[in-house]
Nanobody
Framework: QVQLVESGGGLVQPGGSLRLSCAAS????????MEWYRQAPGKQRELVAY???????NYADSVKGRFTMSRDNAKNTVYLQMNSLKPEDTAVYSC?????????WGQGTQVIVSS
């Protein structure tokens, strides 16, 4: 079993920055592919960023150049650095861990971008 706990959300002005963290319990964190998703009110959940167990990273077009995903396997944590935030980035951000058929989700952290 893996438990995921997100943190770092909050209220930020347009153009500001936040860093989200997703801390995982359990062993062998490094074998998991990790993803950040977000879901805005009234919209479908969308994939924001992905980092494989080997360190390959992909981003949604809407966040390329603004968001950076990273992982620290020694700390069992993945991060999402979000810069140049826009009102349309407002959403609940959740992390997901996947290894073969094992899938785990965190509870999410709210990000609100507003002046």
């Amino acid at each position: 079993q893996v438990q995921l706990v997100e943190s770092g959300g909050g209220l930020v002005q347009p153009g500001g920055s936040l860093r989200l963290s997703c801390a995982a319990s359990g062993r062998r964190f490094g074998i998991y592919d990790m993803e950040w998703y977000r879901q805005a009110p009234g919209k479908q959940r969308e994939l924001v960023a992905y980092i494989s167990s080997g360190g390959s990273i992909n981003y949604a077009d809407s966040v390329k150049g603004r968001f950076t995903m990273s992982r620290d396997n020694a700390k069992n944590t993945v991060y999402l650095q979000m810069n140049s935030l826009k009102p349309e980035d407002t959403a609940v951000y959740s992390c997901k861990a996947t290894y073969l058929w094992d899938v785990y989700w965190g509870q999410g952290t709210q990000v609100i971008v507003s002046s």
